[in-house]
T-cell receptor
Framework: GAVVSQHPSRVICKSGTSVKIECRSLDFQATTMFWYRQFPKKSLMLMATSNEGSKATYEQGVEKDKFLINHASLTLSTLTVTSAHPEDSSFYIC?????????????FGPGTRLTVL | LAKTTQPISMDSYEGQEVNITCSHNNIATNDYITWYQQFPSQGPRFIIQGYKTKVTNEVASLFIPADRKSSTLSLPRVSLSDTAVYYCLEAPTGANNLFFGTGTRLTVIP
């Protein structure tokens, strides 16, 4: 149990276009979902936290107008990279937690590799 | 910002026990210590969590001394498939925000 999927697994797009990444909790309802970004050989960086039906909370330095997060249901969150540029190329990973939470265990998706040409 | 310190990389031969130590110099009283594993091009996976002393599960053991200023993840008899990056984190139980540090890149050699 506790499987999180992401779609697509990899995407290549032209500079200036927008890309949507979906994150789904397949067998549980996620109280909160998280979006991370990871550059090659680097650690994960938390971008934002989202709760179903409310606005996402963005970490300092993350542009909310560029990285649009929608959390429409307890099993789906989407990240849209708007007007993508080559520097947005990265590995984007989502995670989800579920209540009740007795461990700091987030369930991570397999990631989406974005390449902006 | 990450609050932990751990070695950047480690090498080990197959079949050996591997111990990865993390420093928690400013750990808060209500923080738990959690370890995650990440394979290349995959999301991290929860390994183990503890508060004090020793915790063991089917994958690893976690040793935390009384002062909680450090923690040691112990992987018994590693195999090639244990090659991954291992992250230690501090957070209160049920914390929403997990901040990953640099991680330790473990390479298991045949």
């Amino acid at each position: 149990g506790a499987v999180v999927s992401q779609h697509p697994s990899r995407v290549i797009c032209k500079s200036g276009t927008s890309v949507k990444i979906e994150c789904r909790s397949l067998d549980f309802q996620a109280t909160t979902m998280f979006w991370y970004r990871q550059f090659p050989k680097k650690s994960l960086m938390l971008m934002a936290t989202s709760n179903e039906g409310s606005k996402a909370t963005y970490e300092q330095g993350v542009e909310k107008d560029k990285f649009l997060i929608n959390h429409a249901s307890l099993t789906l969150s989407t990240l849209t990279v708007t007007s993508a540029h080559p520097e947005d190329s990265s590995f984007y990973i989502c995670s989800a937690d579920r209540a009740p939470q007795s461990y700091n265990e987030q369930f991570f998706g397999p990631g989406t590799r974005l390449t902006v040409l | 910002l990450a609050k932990t310190t751990q070695p950047i990389s480690m090498d080990s031969y197959e079949g050996q026990e591997v111990n990865i130590t993390c420093s928690h110099n400013n750990i808060a009283t209500n923080d738990y210590i959690t370890w995650y594993q990440q394979f290349p091009s995959q999301g991290p996976r929860f390994i183990i969590q503890g508060y004090k002393t020793k915790v063991t599960n089917e994958v690893a053991s976690l040793f935390i001394p009384a002062d909680r200023k450090s923690s040691t993840l112990s992987l018994p008899r590693v195999s090639l498939s244990d090659t991954a990056v291992y992250y230690c984190l501090e957070a209160p139980t049920g914390a929403n925000n997990l901040f990953f540090g640099t991680g330790t890149r473990l390479t298991v050699i045949p």
